[in-house]
């Protein structure tokens, strides 16, 4: 047999590739945990319909996993970032999830996520050149 290394774009090729790893996780984990994925998106809108932030996320068998938080500028620092992240956790403590992740790059929301008790267990320097990327955790 011959196996090559190819570039692609196909959406079959991506999924495959993801399913396998998805379904070799699966073996692993107990099985109470093997079903508990969710995607929850919560978003600020204002009177007219548009959307001024959000907080996009997943449980993730027995984890709630931040991947993006935002709050357009105008609206910054007026409490709505908090408010997400508050309503977010609560979900998280309803879904059973043992703790939340989430990570920043450092000219992001560091001092936030850390006024919200969550905690740095890894990071990256050098990201940018000029950056570090932090790995943040919040116990439950």
Not at 22 to 44: C, G, K, M
Not at 54 to 80: K, P
Not at 124 to 131: A, C, L, N, Q, W
Not at 132 to 139: G, N, Q, S
């Amino acid at each position: 047999m011959k196996i090559a290394i190819s570039k692609t774009e196909s959406k079959e090729d991506i999924q495959h590739v993801n399913d396998q790893l998805f379904y070799y996780n699966l073996a692993h984990f107990p099985s109470d945990l093997r079903d508990r994925y969710e995607q929850i998106n919560l978003v600020l809108k204002d009177e007219e319909g548009n959307v001024k932030g959000g907080i996009l996320a997943a449980v993730c068998w027995n984890w709630l996993e931040i991947d993006t938080l935002m709050v357009d500028a105008e609206l910054r620092r007026s409490g709505y970032g908090t408010k997400l992240l508050q309503k977010i956790e609560q979900i998280a403590l309803e879904k059973d999830c043992d703790f939340i992740k989430v990570d920043t790059l450092s000219f992001q929301a560091l001092g936030f996520y850390e006024k919200h008790d969550y905690l740095v267990f890894g990071k990256i320097d050098g990201v940018g050149r000029d950056f570090t990327h932090y790995y943040l955790k919040k116990e439950l």
